[in-house]
């Protein structure tokens, strides 16, 4: 019997598809293009920030905390509540989470009143931001839709400035950007590490 090499693959193909099935083992799902590491996605630098940047968000949110308690806001809702924690999601789907929240804050904060000290801030989410939209187009267009809980947190997010008065919005964002800071991106940053 003489095979081209064709058949040869086509011959193996079959004899590990054969095999594979009788060991019980499926397809391996894909891991979806949203990871550290990912062509392009460079998020993994930022497992943490220099001290200079977190001191420069901390000088930001003490400023904030400052005016925000002398106008004396009474806020009800919160676009980001306290269960909301990153490793409840699929893997892929934390970089979406947190692209989604980074683009509220950007949009938070750029029309804020606190004027140059958030310059550094807003520069160093505006780099991260970016550096992440890489990681999130890296994603395959066909894959899964956002379900589940994460579906609710991007509608959420979505809504909320429609939805928010601004002082309690601005107050949100501001309250939110440690959490942001030190818990989401690192674990967007560490990948399947987070646990």
């Known amino acids: 019997m003489k095979l081209d090499v064709a058949g040869v693959c086509m011959l193996v193909l079959v004899l590990m598809t054969a095999v594979l099935t009788g060991t019980g083992a499926g397809p391996v799902p894909r891991c979806h293009r949203a990871l550290p590491g990912a062509r392009g996605c460079h998020i993994a630098q930022y497992k943490s920030l220099s001290p200079g940047e977190r001191l420069a968000f ?3 949110t003490d400023a904030f905390e400052e005016s925000f308690w002398l106008k004396n806001h009474t806020c009800r809702s919160r676009p980001f509540p306290r269960t909301w924690d990153l490793r409840q999601l699929q893997v892929w789907e934390r970089p979406v989470a947190l692209e989604a929240e980074l683009n509220l804050t950007l949009r938070v904060l750029a029309n804020s009143s606190l004027g140059d000290v958030l310059d550094q801030p807003l520069g160093t989410l505006s ?40 002082g309690c919005l601005e107050a949100s964002v501001m309250f939110n950007l440690f959490r942001l800071l030190t818990k989401d991106l690192t674990c967007v940053a560490s990948g399947d590490l987070c646990v």
């Open 58 to 60: 901390k000088n930001a």
């Open 127 to 166: 780099h991260i931001h970016s550096e992440l939209q890489a990681c999130v187009a890296a994603q395959p267009t066909e894959g899964p839709r956002p379900r589940g809980r994460l579906h609710q947190w991007l509608h959420r997010l979505h809504k909320a400035p429609k939805k928010e008065p601004w």
